[in-house]
């Protein structure tokens, strides 16, 4: 079976959604952020200090890359994998994309940004980069979902349009909706 990748700004709940849906559809959950962590020994604030950040991208290019070789994954990528182009080439051959678009404000003034290296400079800074990558999740994306009221009405929204996209692409061969 297909994976199913979810992109989206930090703290946009791609991990949540992906333990829901993991749990749901009897598949195995891999946040590249954690896999990168247990590789390198070291958080990702950890990483960004001592190695840098175009270190770290190139972290996420070789999981991107190893992950797009398994099936049946429920990948939930960093924020910023989506911006290495052959990171996501390579996840997209591998299965289904879906943009989780949670409002960015709504993010940032309920989400934990403690630890999260690229959301220190502020609310305007958080809500900024967000617009700057937008265009980019939307690129990659099959499919968006924006439907927040609750974890479990997230994942059920992924589902049904992961289920869609299945079948449009064995009748259709298209992958839009």
Do not use: H
Not at 56 to 81: H, K, M, N, P, T
């Amino acid at each position: 079976m297909k994976n199913i990748i979810l992109i989206g700004m930090m703290g946009c709940g791609k991990t949540t959604v992906g333990e829901l849906l993991a749990s749901r559809l009897k598949r195995t959950l891999v946040d590249t952020d954690k896999l990168i962590e247990r590789q390198e020994g070291m958080t990702i604030p950890e990483i960004f200090e001592t190695q840098g950040e175009p270190y770290f991208r190139s972290l996420e290019v070789g999981v991107a890359q190893a992950l797009s070789l398994r099936q049946d994954l429920i990948i939930a990528c960093g924020g910023g994998l989506p911006l290495q182009e052959g990171a996501m080439s390579a996840l997209k051959q591998s299965g289904i994309v879906i943009w989780l678009d949670r409002d960015p404000g709504d993010i940032f003034d309920t989400g934990d940004m403690t630890g999260r290296p690229l959301a220190q400079e502020g609310r305007a800074a958080f809500l900024e980069r967000t617009a700057q990558r937008a265009p980019i999740y939307e690129k990659w994306a099959d499919a968006t979902v924006r439907d927040f009221t609750s974890p479990i009405s997230t994942a059920a929204r992924v589902k049904e349009a992961v289920e869609t996209i299945a079948s449009w692409d064995n009748t259709e061969g298209s992958k839009t909706p």
